[in-house]
């Protein structure tokens, strides 16, 4: 009975100590921090580097790695949200979306996003020069992504606006006339109108389009471990000018072309930009020195 008894108890004691071991083991594991292909090569450059540099100061021994899907917009809000594919992606915010998902409310391109400038047709170009207003600008058919966050804001200044499902199926749509004008951030407008210049595209080049708008990572609200890590990468980034580093060296050129201090800008409101968004931190966002 004694021996029976000793031999209980030290199977008792071994599962214990299993299990301890199994919850340290697991407390152990990198991080994952999976996020999906990019739909644009650009942004595989930029914010793929950007999430690096953001785990790399965070602290956190994390394990980064890809979902093999390039997943529209909707896709991969909704994979965030509800799979278990994805645990982290960049997306300009929305009051839906910071309900759906964790944001960490830190602009990774400093609100170059909200900063529009368009793709047309070259044809065009006299039309475009001659505006000046918003009234005149309503005049045209705009075109961008049916689950963009962007449209909402166009729709919401009464843009007429045409939607499509991708970039490319919009550049498509633009060359056959489906709509005038694709306003693009001045970080994609660039390489997008080079890659279509056969189909008669070119960069309009009097006027641009601004509304605050904010990309951030956004993570599953139950995973705030890699959110309070990301955030705190990223402010750590920003203190250390490795941030900023990175921000120059993918955006200067694009700024410079540009040259928003000598196009008619055009603002627009925001109406879904949620009451969170820090816009009073002045050293979060772009604006041009010369304006």
């Known amino acids: 009975m004694m021996q029976c008894s000793l031999r209980c108890n030290f199977l008792s004691l071994l599962a214990g100590c299993v299990l301890a071991w199994s919850a340290c ?22 914010f793929v580097k950007m999430l690096e540099l953001a785990m790399s100061k965070s602290r956190v021994d994390y394990k980064l790695q890809s979902w093999d899907v390039k ?29 759906q998902l964790l944001p960490v409310r830190i602009p990774l391109d400093m609100g170059l996003a909200g900063w529009r400038i368009g793709a047309i047709n070259a044809q065009d170009r006299a039309k475009f020069e001659a505006v000046r207003t918003l009234d005149q600008l309503r005049q045209f058919k705009i075109g961008q992504g049916y689950d963009w966050a962007d449209t909402t804001v166009l729709k919401a200044s009464g843009l007429d606006v045409v939607t499509g499902a991708t970039a490319d199926n919009l550049h498509a ?12 951030s001045i970080r994609q ?8 210049a056969a189909q008669g595209e070119v960069v309009e080049m ?18 705030p471990a890699l959110a309070a890590a990301l955030e705190a990468g990223l402010r750590q980034a920003r203190k250390d000018g490795s ?19 000598h196009r008619v800008v055009l603002e627009l409101p925001n109406p879904d930009l949620p009451a969170e968004t820090p816009l009073q931190q002045k050293d979060l966002w772009y604006w041009p020195s010369h304006r």
């Open 173 to 184: 749509m633009l060359a056959v006339k489906r709509f005038d004008y694709f306003p693009r």
């Open 206 to 223: 009097t006027l641009a389009l601004h509304y605050p708008a904010a990309v951030y990572f956004f993570v599953n609200k139950n995973n």
């Open 243 to 261: 941030f900023d580093k990175l921000f120059r060296s993918y955006n200067t050129d694009f700024i410079r072309r540009a040259d928003l201090g």
């Open 25 to 46: 083991a697991a407390r152990a594991e990198p991080l994952r921090v999976a996020y999906p292909q990019p739909q644009i090569e650009l942004d595989r450059g930029y």
């Open 189 to 196: 407008v660039w390489g997008e109108v080079e890659q279509h």
């Open 71 to 99: 997943a529209i917009k909707g896709r991969a809000v909704h994979e965030l949200a509800y799979g278990s594919n994805v645990d982290v992606i960049w997306a300009m915010t929305t009051r839906e979306r910071e309900q």
